[in-house]
């Protein structure tokens, strides 16, 4: 009885301890999704057909990453420029030569919350991960 | 006891082995990002025509120009600061070394190629161009692994 109480005990702890960091995945492949998601919108939006990222593209990203299992919601895109224009605006695209920034960001959802257990303290609560990049606009009129 | 002793022992191991590959996911993610940001920082270099001289009818590119955008686009996709020195949001943790920066104007005959033996990068150029090579330092989430550095190269041409 004992020894099965044992090897219980130790199979349940070893499962544990084998799967358990596994969570920490989440959070590199999220990043690296948004990193993605953020390089494929500025290659399409620095191009020389648009020279914009305006809210139709930004629409079919979120659909596009909450198939990956985002809350649509959550994704907040910055879109700036380097000569101060909107970057968003269909109707005034950038010309060639001024740098297209976007940033995307995301919270961390609780993710880390388990490493409490460990003694970590999880990333205060508005503090998110983040894809960033800036290409020049393709754009010529 | 022995039995106590061996889950310790477990234990540490694998999560040893889940620090290691966390560490290298992240190791070849940051390599790609770095990557692209160059490649992004010698393009938008190498599209910086003097245009002084292009009323002469000289196709070539501004150096300091090319020189201060290749430093620009570097610092905003990697969010560093003027220096080059990581901000916070950054995912480096050392300072990023602009090691080569050369930019190929109209001194040279086209189809030009370009050697590089201490970095061992080759590239050939049909237009004016820029070659960019940036060293790296990879920052280790656990230490588990050995240190890792890159030399990422990087080029580009003129397009017009």
């Not at chain 1, 999704?33 to 939006?45: A, D, K, S």
């Not at chain 1, 224009?85 to 976007?102: I, T």
């Not at chain 2, 996709?77 to 050392?94: F, G, V």
């Amino acid at each position: 009885m004992k020894q099965l109480l044992v090897f219980i005990l130790f199979a349940a702890m070893f499962c544990w301890l084998m799967f358990s960091p596994i969570y920490k995945h989440v959070l590199v492949i999220r990043q690296a999704l948004l990193q993605q998601e953020v390089n494929y919108l500025l290659e399409v939006g620095a191009s020389g057909t648009y020279g914009y990222i305006d809210g139709s593209m930004i629409a079919e990203s979120r659909l596009r990453l909450t198939d990956y299992g985002f809350n649509p919601a959550l994704l907040e895109y910055e879109v700036t420029s380097t000569s101060g224009a909107e970057g968003g605006n269909a109707s005034e695209p950038l010309p060639r030569g001024v740098g297209l920034r976007l940033k995307l960001t995301y919270p961390y959802e609780q993710l880390l919350n388990i490493d409490r257990l460990i003694g970590i303290a999880p990333p205060p609560e508005d503090a998110r991960i983040a894809g960033r990049g800036m290409r020049m606009s393709e754009y010529v009129p | 006891m022995a039995k106590l002793l061996f889950g310790i022992l477990m234990t540490v191991v694998w999560w040893m082995l889940h620090a290691l590959q966390l560490d290298e996911e992240a190791a070849m993610g940051t390599l790609n990002d770095v990557k692209l940001a160059v490649n992004s920082a010698a393009h938008a270099a190498a599209q910086q025509l003097d245009r002084d001289k292009l009323e002469l009818g000289v196709l070539t590119i501004d150096y300091d120009q090319a020189q201060q955008t290749a430093a620009t686009y570097l610092m905003e996709n990697l969010a560093l600061d003027r220096n080059l020195q990581p901000t916070a949001e950054s995912l480096l943790e050392s300072a990023v070394e602009v090691r080569v920066f050369e930019v190929l104007g109209e001194d040279v005959l086209y189809p030009y190629s370009y050697h590089n033996e201490q970095y061992d990068y080759e590239v050939t150029f049909n237009r004016p161009g820029v070659v960019l090579i940036v060293h790296v330092q990879y920052p280790a989430l656990f230490g588990v692994l050995a240190p890792i550095e890159w030399d990422i190269r990087s080029s580009a041409e003129l397009v017009y």
